[in-house]
């Protein structure tokens, strides 16, 4: 990942990013302080992404989170020549590759973006400097890293099931704001059927309601 | 879940459990501190619990967290009359189910003892408070939601291959000590197979080797 350029007005100074959607969502979690903001403010820089494009490559290492604030990205693996989609977030929600970021492992999963996106981007090396220098962000990481667990939890709970509707059940429970939104053959790879299942499916539900 | 009962010897004191294993694991990610180590000493409490028996039944609360010392534990979840293992671990791992903990909801998983089991257990509100009295235990427990995240997104990972010589490569590669311990039936029901296929792989590894 190439850092993004800062956009210059001309003037010798790099723009500041809004990082006010981040601290909203980590807020929600657990009050910053103005230390731990002006830390990020210092440390975290916005990019824009061209839809399709790949944030990280697999066999490349994780070295950044990113935060959406406008668009959609999805991870996915590479089974053969198989593409199978792991999962897919959209704005207000943190991205990276745990597996490669926690134990600095070259990546077995690939991240896309979906669309046209804003991100915003903290190195993985600031954000390891931020738990030493300023601790408390320790409590704030942690409530975030229990959202997370959970969720990961979960899609790991959804791609055990074995019946299609149950599967699109629990999707619609914890994803409905995706499934008129993003494309049909990421959401049919994610829950593990083919797009012809997941038509019959979503064709099921709708004449439900 | 009923707490332990204190194996009294007679004198009016309740027996205190050696959680040094707990500690090795929690040192093992970030030093823990005497204050620490107190306090964990004072909340931590010790149970047996015998082959088979549920620590956690779906639709219950999930108000523990379990340290297994020894022993065999797995998390399995229903669709309709089948029994889907989720997860399975053994001696120096922590076990909970992080949805209904995290969430405070009713939990959707069981979680099942699969041999006679030695468990340190703390209970979700003293865990809660030590956040609180002891804000550096954040950093500990911050280092080991990165570390339990990962596995639950390799877990996930597991669940999405779609061919069993895959899975069960895959899981010889992070779970390989379970492999001759944990009955079949339960690997098999992990790995999203059947005991026949899990059968027919296995012969078809250990020929290889």
Redesign the interface.
């Known amino acids: 990942m190439n850092r993004p350029e800062p956009q210059g007005s001309g003037k010798d100074v790099a723009p500041v990013p809004d990082i006010s959607p981040l601290l909203a969502v980590l807020n929600y979690f657990h009050p910053v302080t103005p230390e731990m903001e002006a830390y990020l403010k210092k440390h975290v820089t916005s990019m824009s992404v061209r839809k399709r494009k790949l944030l990280l490559k697999e066999g490349n290492f994780s070295d950044h989170v990113y935060f959406i604030v406008k668009g959609a990205v999805r991870g996915f ?1 590479r ?2 020549q ?1 593409d ?1 989609t ?1 999962w897919i977030v959209v704005e207000n929600e943190l991205v990276s590759s ?2 490669s970021l ?2 600095r492992i070259p990546s ?2 690939n991240i896309q973006v979906l669309e046209n996106t804003e991100l915003l981007v903290i190195r993985n090396d600031d954000l390891q400097q931020l ?1 030493e220098l300023i ?2 962000f ?2 704030v ?2 409530k975030l ?6 969720d ?6 959804i ?5 299609a509707e ?1 599967k699109y059940r629990h999707f619609l429970l914890h994803h409905e704001p995706l499934a008129n939104r993003i494309p049909l053959k990421y959401i049919a790879s994610y829950l ?1 059927m083919t797009l012809e299942t997941l038509s019959r499916v979503r064709k099921k539900f709708s004449s439900k309601t």
């Open positions: 693996t089974e053969g198989k199978i792991t745990i597996l926690n134990q077995i999963e738990y601790p408390a320790n409590h990481a942690r890293l229990q959202h997370y667990y959970a990961a939890e979960r899609r790991a709970f791609a055990r099931l074995t019946k149950n593990g």
